[in-house]
T-cell receptor
Framework: GAVVSQHPSWVICKSGTSVKIECRSL??????MFWYRQFPKQSLMLMAT?????????EQGVEKDKFLINHASLTLSTLTVTSAHPEDSSFYIC???????????FGPGTRLTVL | KQEVTQIPAALSVPEGENLVLNCSFT??????LQWFRQDPGKGLTSLLL?????REQTSGRLNASLDKSSGRSTLYIAASQPGDSATYLC?????????FGAGTRLTVKP
């Protein structure tokens, strides 16, 4: 299967700080990157979709100015949680996509805890 | 509205039992359906992918079926082992828009 990495795997930060999460697809070029989050005991929810070189499309209820997504290359996308608050504590997972009806691959996830 | 439901929410079985996890979806216009495994605090591991034109897929002790007309998929696990304990997620792909079920938390007791 495809290799997807996320960094960091976990992060603890103080309220008000910004946190950047990197997602890399190591063995294929991702034309599209999906970002999901998962709150405890809940399913994954799509936050936003980004295509390389374009602005991301955010799902309803997700603040685009708070969750900044950069998809500058076909192998790297970043999600920056700006001015994080405790309610942003969650498990963030990226999913690079090649643009066909193939298996969906997911990063190992980043657990964010905001104190 | 495209909803994905998984039943049961939790399941506990003794080692060696065969078991079935259920997934239902409201919109049958799917591209494919995928079953994942998620261990506590970890990411997702893909188990089986069924294209919309397929009826089932098998991998080792796992067998997934798909009935688009009734909006259902099942994941069959044969001869369960304690290492199978995890949350199993069903994800339905609607034109690259994936909808996840809430998962079934499986515990296999030794």
């Amino acid at each position: 299967g495809a290799v997807v990495s996320q960094h960091p795997s976990w992060v603890i930060c103080k309220s008000g700080t910004s946190v950047k999460i990197e997602c890399r697809s190591l063995d294929f070029q991702a034309t599209t990157m999906f970002w999901y989050r998962q709150f405890p005991k809940q399913s994954l929810m799509l936050m936003a979709t980004s295509n390389e070189g374009s602005k991301a499309t955010y799902e309803q209820g997700v603040e685009k100015d708070k969750f900044l997504i950069n998809h500058a290359s076909l192998t790297l996308s970043t999600l920056t949680v700006t001015s994080a608050h405790p309610e942003d504590s969650s498990f963030y997972i990226c999913s690079p996509f090649r643009g066909n009806t193939d298996t969906q691959y997911f990063g190992p996830g980043t657990r964010l805890t905001v104190l | 509205k495209q909803e994905v439901t998984q039943i049961p929410a939790a399941l506990s079985v003794p080692e060696g039992e065969n078991l079935v996890l259920n997934c239902s979806f409201t919109d049958s216009a799917i591209y494919n359906l995928q079953w994942f495994r998620q261990d506590p605090g970890k990411g997702l591991t893909s188990l089986l992918l069924i294209q919309s034109s397929q009826r089932e897929q098998t991998s080792g002790r796992l067998n997934a079926s798909l009935d688009k007309s009734s909006g259902r998929s099942t994941l069959y696990i044969a001869a369960s082992q304690p290492g199978d304990s995890a949350t199993y997620l069903c994800a339905v792909n609607y034109n690259n828009d994936m909808r996840f079920g809430a998962g079934t938390r499986l515990t296999v007791k030794p």
